[in-house]
């Protein structure tokens, strides 16, 4: 209760210091964490955290969808599945019942740079569930029963998240077409044709190349004694031992883009044009990182957003609009769209877009959003370390993404130095003409009468 009511007058605090401008440091308790490194090459990371009986093991591999093998995309997304069937010691689905039946929760997610396990129980089951998180990182199955039901869940993904929504092959086109030669190219779900292509072998080999101590990260958050935690982690995790081969790691790296690049996407049962731009971003270790998420608070969070307050209010071009810094290890990218409204067409919705990029280009943007947006993006890193998990995953992204555990104690700071010319030089630097990249979206012309799927029935048909 302590810990909330702390949080609670820190969100006041922010909300005051609006007032007083951007410049106002809001001072965030840091979270004190222990390092260590095994010697198979496991990286640990520790923070007690005494205000609930709880605790937060998380596991994070340095494997994400850029790491899929050459025609087998989809491989890193589909062992977030494989990774709750059986082991030598467990069965399938046991890790539910390790942590939903003793009042906790797990779960899992798979991105471009990494995959990881979560998992929050009573402090009093963190034996269980190191014992668990080891075994399954050694000893995972994959036999001919589980990967081909797990293949046959993530294509199901894909139908639902992708072919079935009217606008999710706009969204699956959008690293597609964004990157040449980086394998971000490689949309996380993947592909069917690669997933059926992939054979027992594959999936064994990639599981022996990535999943392994040296290529993970420990961390652990919450009620616990430090010296118990230590010997638990020895007597689970130590004894895995560390292979002799390397690790592959891409170095591709995606060149600047010369010139804008256009593209036409079509999809079904699509009620609305649209359209989506996209410029390559710096990795989200870059110094320019916080300013180009500040910039997308300002193009896109909520209601009073520029670019709803233009598109879809004032001049009603648009039913819909959006931004995303997406911004990852390698090169990122920032996204601006718009789902058009009815009778608009998606070349007045591109002109729209970048006409409020122009307005962040030639104008600094006013005190009050700049206040607004640093205040919005501090809330959420402060919300977040309100639990074991949060700082959990604090500590996971400074480690993994920003490659400096230290960037969990100053990034609130780095997002209140900030200011209003950082955004304006950042909106100059990357949203060039050169650096973009057109996607317009619209509806399948229909087929011909009597073509097959057009709706045309047979004789004798009823």
């Not at 027992?200 to 118990?228: C, M, S």
Request: charged letters at 25%.
């Amino acid at each position: 209760m302590l810990r909330r009511t702390a949080v609670f007058l820190l969100l006041c605090a922010l909300i005051c210091a609006s007032g007083r401008g951007a410049s106002a440091q809001t001072r965030v308790p840091p979270i004190n964490f222990k390092e260590r490194t095994l010697p198979n090459g496991l990286v640990v990371y520790t923070a007690q955290e005494r205000s609930s009986p709880t605790v937060a093991i998380q596991v994070w591999y340095k494997v994400g969808s850029k790491d899929d093998p050459d025609k087998r995309s989809g491989f890193a997304h589909l062992f977030e599945h494989l990774m709750f069937k059986s082991t030598k010691n467990m069965r399938d689905e046991m890790m539910d019942r390790l942590t939903e039946d003793v009042g906790g929760w797990n779960n899992a997610s798979t991105s471009d740079d990494v995959t990881n396990y979560y998992e929050v129980v009573p402090s009093n089951y963190l034996e269980t569930l190191l014992w668990a998180e080891a075994d399954r990182m050694s000893t995972l199955n994959v036999t001919d029963k589980n990967f081909p039901s797990e293949r046959d869940v993530v294509k199901e993904e894909f139908n639902s998240g992708v072919l079935a929504p009217p606008y999710g092959r706009l969204f699956y086109a959008i690293d597609k077409l964004s990157f040449e030669v980086h394998p971000y190219k490689r949309p996380t779900i993947g592909s069917k044709e690669d997933l059926d292509a992939a054979t027992l072998e594959d999936v064994r080999a990639f599981h022996k190349t990535f999943y392994r101590p040296d290529n993970a990260v420990l961390i652990v958050v919450g009620d616990f004694e430090q010296a118990q935690l230590d010997a638990w982690v020895d007597k689970y995790f130590g004894k895995i031992p560390r292979p002799a081969s390397s690790i592959p790691r891409v170095t591709v790296k995606e060149p600047e883009r010369k010139a804008e690049r256009r593209f036409s996407e079509t999809g079904p049962n699509v009620p609305l044009p649209a359209v989506a731009i996209t410029y390559l971003a710096p990795p989200v270790s870059s110094a320019d990182a916080d300013a180009l998420r500040v910039a997308e608070s300002i193009l896109s969070n909520g209601e009073s957003s520029r670019l709803y307050q233009s598109l879809v209010y004032s001049q009603q071009v648009a039913a819909e609009a959006f931004g995303s810094a997406n911004l990852r290890q390698d090169a990122g990218l920032f996204v601006l769209g718009a789902i058009l409204a009815g009778g608009k067409q998606p070349a007045e919705g591109e002109r729209a877009l970048l006409a409020e990029l122009k307005k962040m280009q030639t104008e600094p943007v006013t005190k009050a959003e700049l206040d607004k947006a640093v205040n919005q993006l501090v809330a959420n890193a402060l919300r977040e370390r309100e639990t074991n998990s949060g700082k959990a995953f604090a500590i996971g992204n400074a480690v993994i993404m920003q490659g400096d555990a230290r960037r969990v104690n100053t990034d609130v700071e780095r997002l209140q130095a900030v200011t209003a010319a950082d955004v304006q030089r950042v909106m100059k630097k990357y949203f060039t003409d050169a650096n973009r990249v057109v996607i317009t979206y619209t509806g399948e012309a229909p087929k011909p009468a009597g073509a097959p799927g057009a709706g045309a029935q047979k004789e004798g048909s009823r």
